[in-house]
């Protein structure tokens, strides 16, 4: 998909009459800086950001660990990033008569911003190459030692730049599945505050019938400031917002972070992904999501607990559903072999691509018919153990912790490496909210799916079960269960000897499954894992050999610029969609009911700002998830949106990107700063946003 | 896949090299009596049945219009079939201190055989071809005209043919998907009794996780008897059980009532189901099966609610779910492309069949298109509208039936049509038990899904919702509606002129979208239904042409024969299955814990009979939904078997057939013997079936 339009079947024929100048812009890639296509953009647009406009930006691109992007918007350190980036802080700093998630966040001065518990947020400084060296250490040994030997250089090279320095992050990324590793130094920012966050219900109007959807009213937005020592961190050239908003066709880049995209990927691993992957996810993941909304009837403790479970799962089951959606557009795959076929072509008339790469296509297509077998054991007893139940997450922790404990380094699993034991102890003492009628469900669930895909004569099917039900066994946990015991967890982590004998039901279950489990995740790493950074590091090298280095690589939550116009689409189904919506729209939307009813501070709020006032817009950047938090810039480099979502032909922008259909959803900066003084008296925030 | 074998993939790759002899076999076909494949049968196997031999067992072979088949097992009208064809009939039976369903029913004398309420069961007597008499009358008027003027000719011959005797069914059935109409004369039997049943969990011991599974131990057996006059029905020549079952190798067959299969469909519409329907099937259904397990779990009275639907709903996930497995399979799809690119290449050939034909794929094709765009406002507002709730059904029955009423018989919905009124009144009077958990959550769930798939913003979404959530709408509806009355539904019923106006919740919520339903039918209907049915027409009579007339049709629920031998299967997952289960088996099996528990009646039952008595067995036979109930014949014409399932990779049946993996299922007449006499103390039924 590289650089190259395509066309989503009936979809885009419908569309391509009316807008076919779009055809010619394509509009895609998700750019590192330092090799963004600038004569390309130039010759689109006429104009293209040169290496200081780069610099600015990235100095004030920021990324938050926890899977978000943002900016910096003043002097004194304050970022800019998305309502759903920082929910975990509001619900972690609200306590029993301050609902800071229903009821929104604001300090009215400095010494009232709050530490989110955990977030981090990091900004990039340098980046050096280091794919020689990588691979130099990799080609040592056999190929079935390479895994180890890449892994152990890289965390050398990592070690070396950072020095143990906390005020740095530092990190070997591999770009273009294997074509490349760069080591990344960020500056680390552990003291994150926050300064503001409207009511969710602002922030997300329209709920999960929205998402993804457009036209929106969503005020996606939220405040944090970096501090350090205790101080506000001071940056020289922040980011500033334009209250002006954006017009209908102005060039517009979006920096950010995003997460995970997948067009890289062989025919074979898409055919894979298409008719197996993301039909089981799919079918898995509906079946949960019947479950917990039913569960939400069963009252108001329990809609509580099962909240925010639920709203993750909707928004992957839209992801998931939109990517599915994509691949089996006949003419979307289609141009996904014909890439392919120009890569087979020059390995079939190139002797010496042949002996450099061998026929790594037809090695994925052997590795992919093995994944097809392992998977399901590999996701259901090991990565997806438990659903997402706590108890039985940190049951395993704690149980494998006693057991590998006692291994030399090389035999144990990576993750209990006896550097990483620290972080394990870290993780499974942390208080986690241990939610009664959410883990039984999930318990049950997991359960049963576990049974269905690997049938009732499985043998570690037959011994999780024992004589007693899904549901028998769920609240047997629940209920007798001490893992939600912090002192409980010390002790076992303390005490090897005890955990792994203990009879604690959550214990008894992990261990009962433990070398079913292990024996699952062995056969997929050697049989998928392994072969597929193989297979996939010389796909990357031919690529690079037949097509040149003007390429963009896959994201990987590392920082991207996308650029792109305003502009609404032709939708299929809809007909024509404008880029704007307006203040006064949300007013004939609003049924009252959830999700379509205002939050507090908007009832009645319908002339506390001009009816025209740009409240959401869509352009034609290329995002994914991860870019949420993204400022959307102008060519001043000034802040003219605030990108939160995608529509709904988004979804399968992990495969590729359609410039017809495809469009980023942004907060205008007029809602933005409109918002901030006139419903929310915020004026100094305000302020500190523009000037 | 007109009696080739294909091979599915993977799976069969590893199946070949055991089972090749199969491969030459293939099995396949529910071929109808009058074009049974002899000579190829018996060049397959050195026997085949004769003319004789196949009129006896149409004689004996009965299809219960519930959607099963059986068979006449004694001189005085016993019918044997499954458990899951007359659980409807014990459940009915059921009262307080009376679970027929959880004990089973036995019937010590003949007096106590009991008449399942809505039953019927019909027995072929005569075929006619009445092909050219239908398709002249439809080719009086334009195309736009022809369903109706073949509804009219089709309906004509039925009345001159059963010239309204209660005792006969005239149904003009349409074979070959338009290529053959042939008028069908049944004798048909309305006072069916039940005589024997087992529980519910003899019978379906294992339930959703060995459902479609193997091995296998369920009795999923039951017998009714035929009456006329109060008097149970004589038959000359009934089939018997031979008490001593199958071997392994045995040549079986298999007469009964498939009711669909989908074989015939173009490859166009092949892909539709594969990428677009099933899909959505499945996770619509997954959600709703989510919902219903969790709704089990809030206590005894809502698991009660849900039951039958949720075993519905999870029989046809794993249909589905086998179906889409099925197409996505590269090799079993590209034997449908082989299939249907030998047609085209005849139409290409040969001027006289495109001059008769035109281009019916290219025709298909673009009816597949108009389909993706409005099914699914079609299946939400019309076919599926409540999903399931019983309020919201009659509700609308009740408000079409009276604006339909005033209208002239042309103008009407077929089925308000004047001839029909009576049904519909009958059906709508009939005493529903409505659930309230059950229908609460269906509604609120059919309102939440028409939202997502439909967008917030379709004009008949914002009606239905106004300014209210689904779950206050669904209580609402549960709280207040009368629909649950009877004489509320008869004054409704008698007047038109209330029905319209009445403010009964659910009335009024099927009035709001009522004009939207009807909408989305009509494009439906012009766009798909009847396109569609004219170009099938012309596959069907190309196919004749190209291929002759030894073909197979598509199953609908008439009369057919499979041929096939006792086998099992080498499974890609789980190795060789071998094709029997035996008595002993069970007792390991049993976990006391549903749905493995034990019936009350087996609990310490170890020794009633032999360790190795046959239980349940695999043979190749092609059957599908609607064949439960099904004798499993030897060559001598005695019963050793009845058919109640197919394995896991047989729910890909719909759309061809596997001789190396599709299996049907069957209980043993060894087991049906055994159990009737040792565990139920039914000697007297037992010598019924076996003298």
Not at 159 to 166: I, L
Request: proline share 5%; glycine share 8%.
């Amino acid at each position: 998909m590289i650089r190259k339009p395509f066309v989503l079947g009936v979809a885009a024929l419908l569309a391509a009459s009316v807008v076919v100048a779009s055809v010619a812009m394509a509009d895609e890639g998700m750019w590192t800086f330092d090799s963004f296509p600038t004569a390309k953009v130039k010759q689109l647009y006429g104009w293209a950001p040169d290496a200081k406009w780069l610099e600015r930006v990235r100095k004030a691109s920021v990324r938050l660990e926890g899977g978000c992007s943002g900016a910096v918007v003043s002097k004194d350190g304050l970022v800019m990033t998305n309502h759903h980036c920082v929910s975990d802080c509001t619900v972690a700093l609200s306590s029993p008569g301050n609902d800071y998630a229903d009821d929104g966040f604001y300090a009215f001065a400095r010494k009232d911003e709050k530490i989110c518990p955990g977030f981090e947020a990091s900004i990039l400084q340098s980046t050096t190459d280091v794919t020689e060296r990588v691979k130099t250490a990799a080609a040592k040994g056999t190929v079935a030692e390479a895994p180890t030997l890449r892994a152990t250089e890289i965390a050398t090279i990592e070690r070396d730049a950072c020095k143990g320095d906390e005020r740095k992050r530092c990190d070997v990324v591999n770009l273009f599945r294997g074509g490349q590793y760069k080591l990344y130094v960020y500056d680390r920012f552990d003291d994150v505050r926050i300064a503001f966050a409207p009511e969710q219900q602002a922030a997300a109007f329209g709920g999960d019938p929205d998402n993804f959807n457009f036209p929106r009213y969503a005020l996606d937005m939220a405040l944090l400031r970096l501090y350090r020592d205790g101080k506000p961190v001071t940056f020289a050239d922040p980011l500033k917002l334009d209250p002006a908003g954006p017009k209908a066709g102005d060039l517009v880049f979006v920096p950010g972070h995003p997460g995970s995209t997948e067009r890289l990927l062989t025919n074979a691993q898409l055919a894979f992904q298409r008719d197996q992957f993301l039909p089981w996810r799919v079918e898995y993941l509906s079946q949960l999501r019947g479950a917990l909304v039913n569960e939400g009837t069963k009252g108001e403790e329990e809609a509580r607990q099962v909240s925010d479970t639920l709203h993750g799962i909707e928004n992957s089951l839209k992801v998931f559903k939109g990517q599915r959606g994509a691949l089996v557009e006949p003419s979307f795959f289609a141009v996904k072999v014909a890439e392919e076929q120009k890569l087979k072509d020059a390995l079939a008339a190139k002797p010496d691509l042949r002996a450099k790469y061998g026929d790594p296509f037809t090695d994925m297509a052997g590795i992919v018919a093995a994944q097809q077998r392992v998977y399901l054991p590999y996701n259901m007893l090991e990565t997806r153990m438990g659903a997402g139940s706590v108890l039985l997450f940190d049951a395993r922790v704690l149980y494998r912790a006693a057991t590998e404990r006692s291994k030399p380094d090389a035999d144990r699993l990576p993750e209990f490496g006896s550097a990483r034991m620290k972080a394990r102890e870290g993780a499974v003492m942390a208080e986690a909210a241990v939610q009664p009628a959410l883990e039984k469900l999930e318990i049950a669930f997991w359960l049963d799916k576990t049974r269905e895909y690997l049938g009732a004569d499985h043998e570690a099917v037959r011994a999780m079960f024992g004589t007693r039900t899904s549901q028998e066994i769920a609240a047997d946990i629940v209920a007798n269960s001490q893992i939600a015991d912090a002192g409980f967890r010390k002790r076992l982590w303390s005490n090897p000897e005890q955990a792994r004998g203990s009879n604690d039901p959550a214990i008894a279950l992990v261990r009962t499954i433990d070398v079913a489990a292990r024996a699952a995740r062995k056969a997929y790493e050697t049989q998928v894992t392994g072969p597929t950074s193989v297979a996939a590091e010389k796909v990357a090298g031919l690529r690079f050999d037949v097509l040149g280095h003007d390429i963009y690589p896959d994201a990987n939550f590392t920082l991207r610029l996308s650029y792109g116009v305003v502009q609404g689409w032709d939708d299929p189904v809809h007909g024509r969609v404008e880029p704007f919506t307006k203040f006064s729209g949300l007013w004939g939307r609003a049924t009252g009911a959830y999700p379509f009813n205002l939050a507090r501070r908007w009832v009645g709020g319908e002339g506390k700002l001009p009816a025209d006032t740009q409240f959401d817009f869509t352009s034609t950047n290329d995002v994914v998830g991860g870019n949420s938090g993204s400022p959307v810039l102008n060519k001043e480099g000034r802040i003219i949106g605030l990108a939160f979502d995608g529509n709904i032909h988004s979804t399968g922008g992990s495969y590729g990107f359609d410039p017809l259909l495809n469009r980023t959803v942004s907060v205008s900066s007029q809602m933005i700063v409109g918002a901030l003084k006139n419903i929310y008296g915020a004026n100094a925030l305000a302020d500190e946003l523009v000037k």
